[in-house]
C-alpha cells in the first residue's frame, strides 16, 4: 500500500482559499450589495421553474433531503473509517474530532448574520447564510473526498471516485435554491466553509506526518 506525499502546505492553502471565499460572500451579503438582488432574482426563477416540473421537483428534494441526519452522519463516518483502514488512526482521529467540532459552526453562522430565507419555501426565518444543508454536505463529502484520494492512491479511478463527492456537494448547493430555501450566496457561502474543515484536517495530518518523518531522519542520523 502505497503513501501518498504529505503536501501540509497545499492543503492549508486550499483551506484559507475556501476561507477567502466565505470570507467575501459573507461580506456582500452583509452589505447588502448588488449580490443580494441577483440572488433573489436567480432564486425566484429557479423556485419558479422547478416547482411546476414534478419529475424534476422530487429529484431536488431527494438531494436536499441527502443533506441533513442519518444520511451526514453515515458519509462523515464512512470518511473516517477509510482512513482508518489504511491504519492512519491519528489521522482518523483528527478527522472525526474535526468533523464533530464542525457541527455547531454553521447554526452560529446564521446567527451572526440574520439574512432572511427567500419569502418561497415552506419556512421563513433569519437563518438564510450559510446554507446548512449545503454546508454539512461540503463538510463530509468533502473530507470523503479525500478520503478516497488518498485510499485509491495510485489507481485511474481515485479522481472519478473523488470527483463524485465533490459533484454531490454541487447538487446539494444547487437543489437549496431550487426548492425556495436559500439564495445562491447562501449555498456558495456554506460550501466554501465546509470544504475548509477537509482540508483543515488534512493539512494538520500531512503537517504531522512531515514532522515524523523528519524527526525520523534525524534519528536515524545519530544512529
Not at 443533506?67 to 491504519?87: N, Q, S, Y
Not at 466554501?192 to 523528519?214: P, Y
Amino acid at each position: 500500500m502505497t503513501t501518498p506525499t504529505p503536501r501540509p502546505r497545499l492543503y492549508l492553502g486550499l483551506a484559507l482559499a475556501c476561507l477567502c471565499v466565505f470570507a467575501l460572500a459573507g461580506l456582500l451579503v452583509a452589505t447588502d450589495s448588488f449580490v443580494v438582488r441577483i440572488d433573489k432574482n436567480i432564486s425566484d426563477a429557479a423556485f419558479e421553474y422547478t416547482r411546476y416540473r414534478p419529475t424534476l421537483w422530487d429529484a431536488t428534494n431527494w438531494v436536499t433531503d441527502r443533506g441533513v441526519g442519518t444520511a451526514i452522519w453515515v458519509v462523515g463516518t464512512v470518511a473516517v473509517v477509510l482512513v482508518a483502514l489504511r491504519r492512519e488512526y491519528l489521522r482518523a482521529l483528527v478527522g472525526a474530532i474535526l468533523l464533530l467540532a464542525s457541527r455547531p459552526v454553521s447554526p452560529w453562522m446564521k446567527g451572526q448574520f440574520g439574512r432572511a430565507r427567500p419569502d418561497l419555501g415552506e419556512v421563513f426565518n433569519y437563518e438564510s447564510f450559510p446554507s446548512g444543508h449545503t454546508y454539512g454536505t461540503a463538510v463530509v463529502y468533502g473530507a470523503l473526498a479525500l478520503a478516497l484520494l488518498r485510499l485509491l492512491h495510485g489507481s485511474r479511478w481515485r479522481w472519478v471516485a473523488a470527483g463524485a463527492a465533490w459533484l454531490f456537494i454541487l447538487l446539494m448547493a444547487l437543489s437549496r435554491v431550487m426548492v425556495g430555501w436559500h439564495f445562491p450566496s447562501d449555498t456558495v457561502g456554506g460550501a466554501s466553509l465546509g470544504l475548509t474543515v477537509g482540508f483543515l484536517w488534512f493539512a494538520l495530518a500531512d503537517w504531522w506526518d512531515v514532522r515524523k518523518t523528519r524527526r525520523t531522519a534525524k534519528q536515524a542520523d545519530v544512529s
